[in-house]
């Protein structure tokens, strides 16, 4: 199975900040990597689906990309809604989920 | 609009079965165009993969916790179930059903998930 490491597990921002958060693969993947928001008490959204693409509704300042084994999500200005958690999911082999990155003020 | 919503007890006890249904509304499992999966999140923790189960009964099984787990699908009632076997303290999670596309293979449309704890 293909394990997804996440990074950072916490990142502390400002309300119009940049944040990057990582999803590194532990073996060569395809582009079947989504990136879901998650508030708490909630079920998770999905933000960003086959690495690039943005799901229909989800504001412009979300995207993703991908250089080799690394798969990041950024959010280009924070907003006050973005303060949750983030969690990265492959579907190359059977789906695995990343650990996740509480976004906190 | 898709709903998804789970079913079933709180509270169970160790070495008994968990069972829990998912009702799905706004899709008909029948129609064949979706997997409909399992997922679980131990308290304050990550996501972990259940299963998922086509309309047909096919069902797909996490390595990890095959040997105990059974899926089935319902589509009279538009329902899926998930039946866990030999339950331990470690199984308490909040378990979500949740459906799961074909063509970009991500988890869509989820449920609000239900807390299930193993404890005697």
């Known amino acids: 199975d293909i394990q997804m490491t996440q990074s950072p597990s916490s990142v502390s921002a400002s309300v119009g900040d940049r944040v990057t958060i990582t999803c590194r693969a532990s073996?060569?993947?395809?582009?079947?990597l989504a990136w879901y928001q998650q508030k708490p008490g909630k079920a998770p959204q999905i933000l960003i689906y086959?690495?690039?693409n943005l799901q229909s509704g989800v504001p412009s300042r979300f995207s993703g990309s991908r250089s080799g084994a690394d798969f990041s999500l950024t959010i280009s200005s924070l907003q006050p809604e973005d303060f949750a958690t983030y969690f990265c999911?492959?579907?190359?082999?059977?789906?695995?989920f990343g650990q996740g990155t509480k976004v906190e003020i | 609009q898709v709903q998804l919503q789970e079913s079933g007890p709180g509270l169970v006890k160790p070495s008994q079965t968990l069972a829990l249904t998912c009702s799905v509304s706004?899709?008909?499992?029948?129609?064949?165009?979706?997997?409909w999966t399992w997922i679980r999140q131990h308290p304050g923790q990550g996501l972990e993969w259940i299963g998922h189960?086509?309309?047909?009964?096919?069902?797909y099984l996490n390595p990890s916790l095959k040997s105990r787990v059974t899926m089935s699908v319902d589509t009279s009632k538009n329902q899926f179930s998930l039946n866990l076997t030999s339950l331990l303290a470690a199984d308490t999670a909040l378990y979500y059903c949740?459906?799961?596309?074909?063509?970009?293979?991500?988890?869509?449309?989820w449920g609000r998930g239900i807390l299930v704890t193993v404890s005697s």
């Open positions: 949740a459906r799961l596309t074909p063509n970009w293979h991500i988890f869509d449309y």
């Open positions: 073996q060569t993947m395809s582009r079947w």
């Open positions: 999911q492959q579907a190359d082999s059977f789906p695995t």
């Open positions: 189960i086509s309309y047909t009964g096919n069902a």
């Open positions: 706004g899709d008909f499992i029948s129609n064949g165009d979706y997997s």
């Open positions: 086959a690495a690039t």
